[in-house]
């Protein structure tokens, strides 16, 4: 099993979609979950910290469920400007140094 | 904002030479990391870095590979003899203490010719 696993997409949506992502990690002591946009040959871009109760960000809703080991992330309302890969990124062991990322989900928001 | 800095944006290098990639932290965080993602594929973590030692680090992180913050500032990775398989674009992180995330620099691309 991968230690991060997301479905790869493409997800093709119209402006004003709903659309989720889920991710799903393998190691049972991660301590720290975080979802990141990264567009074509840039850096990735923080999105948003993911915690136990679930929080809110505008548009976005991100969720943990520890005892299943899943993270999503909800965009509403989507816009032209979504379109992206996002990346579920998690981070264990001792003092979470080692972090690992998910290959990404591919998002196209269409007019 | 406060950024990352990575010098430099693009190298390009005959295989078997040295290279030397820097990042410059932003200046209150203390963790510093250093990931690779060959074109196409998913962002890959090598290295961590903390108080002065490494962390953590992965397998693709051998031998040919070194890390130091030998100034204070500068944090640095070291390709000893490049092969052709290290093209890729090396993205440099830092973070706070706790459970704060870590910020990119926009990466340097390595290409080994």
């Known amino acids: 099993r991968k230690e991060v696993e997301q479905d790869p997409g493409p997800f093709n949506v119209p402006e004003g979609a709903t659309v989720a992502f889920n991710c799903t990690y393998s190691n049972s002591a991660s301590q720290s979950f975080f979802w990141y946009r990264q567009d074509c040959r840039k850096e990735p871009k923080l999105l948003m910290s993911?915690?136990?109760s679930g929080n809110e960000d505008g548009r976005f809703t991100a969720q943990l469920n520890r005892a299943s080991q899943y993270i999503s992330l909800l965009i509403r309302d989507s816009k032209l400007s979504d379109s992206a890969t996002y990346l579920c990124v998690v981070r264990a062991g001792a003092g979470g140094f080692k972090t690992i990322f998910g290959a990404g989900t591919r998002l196209f928001v269409k007019a | 904002e406060p950024e990352v800095t990575q010098t430099p944006s693009h190298q390009v290098t005959q295989m078997g030479q040295e290279v030397i990639l820097r990042c410059v932290p932003i200046s209150n965080h203390l963790y510093f990391y250093w990931y690779r993602q060959i074109l196409g594929q998913k962002v890959e973590f090598l290295v961590s870095?903390?108080?002065?030692?490494?962390?953590?680090k992965s397998e693709i992180f051998d031998d040919q590979f070194s890390v130091e913050r030998p100034d204070g500032s500068n944090f640095t990775l070291k390709i000893r003899s490049t092969k052709l398989e290290d093209s890729a674009m090396y993205f440099c992180?830092?973070?706070?203490?706790?459970?704060?995330?870590?910020?990119f620099g926009d990466g340097t691309r390595l290409s080994i010719l």
């Open positions: 870095f903390y108080n002065n030692e490494i962390s953590e």
């Open positions: 993911v915690y136990s």
């Open positions: 992180a830092t973070r706070g203490q706790g459970d704060q995330p870590q910020h």
